[in-house]
């Protein structure tokens, strides 16, 4: 019996003390095969005859606890503003922008706090507000009910020195056969203000408001405050940087920096008398021509595009300005330039110790990582060189990976078809840079 | 729900091949059960090729079928047949207990 602990293992905050634990769990298991691997620390989880449930061993809660808590950090680090509803439209989670939000604007504009509910908020706005909390409301319900997945709709209210406009998207999630809303707010009145001419007309405007579209995506950019990045935007113009495209040549100046939204440039260092050899990988993560934070005008490297896609560029006299002008650029520059170095002198030893096999798996995550799509085009010709070997070295790595079905790969296009086995069959180099590449983006 | 991995014999196959059928139980995605996963996967890829059907149990949802199937800790792998019947508990980082709980002989491995 197990009176102590009657928890599932949703509910792993009722275990009581480890003794206590492993005194119950001695009670309830008595083969000695389960014994030994329990004292082997092999064990994540016992069944409990008496409630018919799952309990979840300390280390494995303390470890899926470690996962959800990375879901958290991901949920503050979005710059938009998010909260999430229960079926009766609770708020139950915000996400830092929100909360931020709701603190400067008092409650306005159906800010709400934690534990407050949303729809009695619409109920309570002001006449001016009223229609349009009430279609937000009529939208939310449907969306709890399970009637529609998706409700957009844009809301206006007044604050102190004017006005705020912004779009509300509500979509229904289910969890464990319950309804909830996630909620997210997006400020449209900075938008309107960046597209209203301001001496040059609209296609000034135009042409910044798809610059703001083309670096969404690149969380270094995303990681300034508002008016930074603001700023920025006018020095920014939109690029579309396509494969095989040769950015910078070793000993060249650096004419643009770039910040990759969705395509992949790889550094090579070429050394006379070999085959080019990759040393860094820059995606949305951070910005190709970095060496400028360092007061240096002219790349050591080649800087080779490997993914086509989209990219925001800015001048080098231009980005030095700024970069000497912006205390968060510095700070975000060199948190990326440190991941930058890390990657290099983390290639150098996997370059020397590991196997082409578990070198190519790790190429493949880092790139994955950087695109949005499982699928890459690339040549026998071009992975030799992204990982220093001879191309018939890459055929048998690539073969390798293909009999596990961890890929496919045919006529110059891999697809990752296992991502969890190839994480398995990478070396040990993936997980540091991987680490240490979401530690500098956030 | 139950995560179900099927993989049967390929059509060329010898006929003398025998298919190993196992179950798998997990607790979600807890350190162990990853471990066990990967590692039978791995044992299961190079000794069995395709001569297995593998179904994974995760118990968090279904804690009362694994009840009823006799299993009270996980990881835990169930060698359901040919017979006789046999299991592992833990992470199945030991490939030799693997490989004679599935009744392959020790010789296979390397």
Sequence with gaps: MSPELPSPAR???RLTTEAAFTDWIRRIVTGAAELQAFDAGQLDAVLDPATGSAILLPEAQAALQGSSRLVLSAFDALPGEVCVLDAAGTVVMTNIAWRAFVAARGGAGLGVCEGENFLAACRNVGASERVRAQTVAAGLREVLAGKRRLFRSEYVCRIPGGHCRFTLTIAGIAQDGAGYAVVARENVSERQRAR???????????RIAAVARASAANRLLAALPANEYERLLAGLEPVRLTYGEVLYQPGERMRHVYFPSDCVVSLLTVVEGHRALEVGLVGREGMVGSRLALGLTVSPVRA?????????????????QEFRRSPALRRALFRFTDTLMLQATNNAACNRFHVVEARLARWLLMTRERTPSNEFHLTHEFLADMLGVRRVGV???????????????????????????????????????????????? | MARKRTRASAAGAPVTTTVV???????GSA?????????????CGRYLKDGYKLEIVDVCEHPRRALADGVLVTPSLAKVSPSPASNVIGNLSDTRSVL?????PAGMLE
């Design chain 2, 21 to 27: 059928v196992m179950r798998l139980y997990v607790a």
């Design chain 1, 395 to 442: 055929t048998h790595a690539a073969s390798a990976l293909q009999r596990q079905k961890l890929i496919r790969y045919r006529r110059g296009t891999i697809t990752i078809l296992d991502q969890q086995g190839l994480e398995v069959a990478a070396c040990s180099c993936y997980r540091h840079v991987r680490v240490k590449g979401l530690e500098a983006a956030k």
């Design chain 2, 31 to 43: 350190p162990n059960s990853l471990k066990a996963i990967a590692n039978l996967q791995a044992i």
């Design chain 1, 196 to 206: 209203a001419p301001r001496g040059s007309g609209h296609a000034k405007a135009s």
């Design chain 1, 304 to 320: 080779l595009v490997q993914g086509t896609g989209t990219a925001v560029r800015m001048e080098s006299e231009r980005f030095v």
């Design chain 1, 11 to 13: 509910s792993p905050s």
């Design chain 2, 100 to 104: 004679a709980a599935l009744g392959l």
